[in-house]
């Protein structure tokens, strides 16, 4: 942000800060731990989606993996319980990874 003296690209910006707007807000809401834990990981990842950092990915992945693996194993399986918990961050994240940060 230094270098370019602003963001150089508004969408990125836009979807990257409200999803972190919301993995915050899931933060606060969960008391399951690793929900806490994965919603701080899928956050820090949205931060690096506005500033157009390739880490996005990885950290998403991992914060999501973390999040499904604990899940269907505290659900006891592929459930409902299981698919209301993780369907719309999967929903977001393959919206960002189809969406590639723009630098334009």
Not at 79 to 96: A, E
Request: aromatic fraction near 20%; hydrophobic fraction near 45%.
């Amino acid at each position: 942000m230094h270098i370019f003296q602003g963001f150089e690209s508004l969408r990125n910006l836009s979807i990257g800060a409200l999803s972190a707007l919301l993995f915050v807000i899931n933060t606060i809401i969960w008391d399951i731990h690793y929900m806490v834990i994965g919603c701080l990981i899928l956050c820090f990842a949205s931060v690096c989606y506005c500033f157009e950092s390739r880490y996005y990915r990885l950290l998403y992945l991992t914060g999501y993996l973390l999040i499904a693996g604990y899940s269907q194993q505290y659900y006891g399986g592929f459930n409902k319980h299981f698919f209301t918990q993780t369907s719309l961050i999967l929903l977001i994240g393959l919206l960002m990874f189809y969406l590639e940060p723009k630098n334009s």
